[in-house]
């Protein structure tokens, strides 16, 4: 049995995708590595069957025309035959060690007929620049084991649970999927909000699996590539905003509909900072349509999220201190975490 399907979406990826691949190979015969080459045009194909053909029995190729990171994901989701499922980037890898106390885990768990839904565990930012590492836990929101989604503990601004900390049931993912949009950067935020309502049952092991590379140019959080590509931002805003009604997340448990909600302030302010990182008609237009679209489709799950919450400290700022205001902000974070 595959404990656990590993997608990797790859696009021009020859550079960096071995180092993600053999991360993956320490898992042995019970990982299945999913390569999903999206039309690439360099050597990332030839790479992929290199694989293919040395490791028959773990490795798989799908080589498919061009549609984005969520055409990649979506491809992983649907051909995975492992227990769970674990999105990595062509460019990151995993830690050995966590690696493998993830998969005693998950065997400790099928043995016992005990398995949770989904397990979360730490990423850790690796910085190019200068070699250093920062690291995302989540010991303060979570204590390590199962989780009760009654007693979790207060997220904070920018801190959420990430595609990099989530390995999801794959039955449990496949049947609350929302499918995500192709050539749209950031659909991980929809992949790691749609099916959380759908896991009651999760776990929270506190290793540092997912390590995630900060240093290639025009990487998706650059603030600057970040603004150029706002309307994408938008679209998946609102398949967010859209994914579950208001009345339905407040008949969830306590800390998980806290979290929920949290989760969409969120990203909502990144919305609002590639919007408004440029003062124009057409950004303010954009916005303007935006919050529109959420009212129409939930009204209350509108006025959640215009009138409480994080973004209510920006949306009644002057159009023209905005981008002002919001770079610093931006910046702050940014040298915390050396976002680049």
Known sequence: MKLITFTVPCYNSQEYMR???ESLLKGGEEVEIIIVNDGSTDGTSMIAHEYEEKYPTVVRVVDKENGGHGSGVNVGVHNASGLYLKIVDSDDWLDEK?????????????NAGNLPDLYI?????????????????????LNEGFVNWNKVGTFHFARTLMMHSL??????????YVELPEHTFYVDNIYAYAPIPYMRKAFYLNVNLYQYYIGRDGQS???????????????????????HKYDFLKTLPKGMKKYLFHDL??????????????????RRRAARDMWKEI?????????????????????????????KIMMFAYKIVARKYKLG
Not at 221 to 243: D, G
Not at 295 to 323: T, W
Request: net charge positive; charged share 25%.
């Open 167 to 176: 390995i999801y049931n794959t039955e449990k993912l496949r049947e609350h």
């Open 221 to 243: 959080i650059n603030i600057h590539t970040c603004m150029k590509r706002y309307e994408q931002q938008i679209k998946v805003q609102l398949i967010m905003c859209k994914a």
């Open 295 to 323: 009212k129409r489709y939930d009204k209350k799950m509108y006025n959640l999220i215009r009138f409480r919450g994080y973004p209510l400290s920006v949306i009644y700022m002057p159009a023209f201190l905005r981008p």
């Open 98 to 110: 966590a690696l493998l106390t993830l998969l005693d885990k998950i065997r400790e768990h099928l």
């Open 19 to 21: 180092h993600c691949i």
């Open 265 to 282: 302030h969120a990203v909502m302010m990144n919305t609002l900072m590639f919007t408004w990182g440029i003062n124009t008609k057409e």
């Open 121 to 141: 565990c730490n990423y850790v930012y690796v910085h190019d620049s200068d070699h250093t590492a920062w690291v995302s836990d989540y010991k303060k929101q």
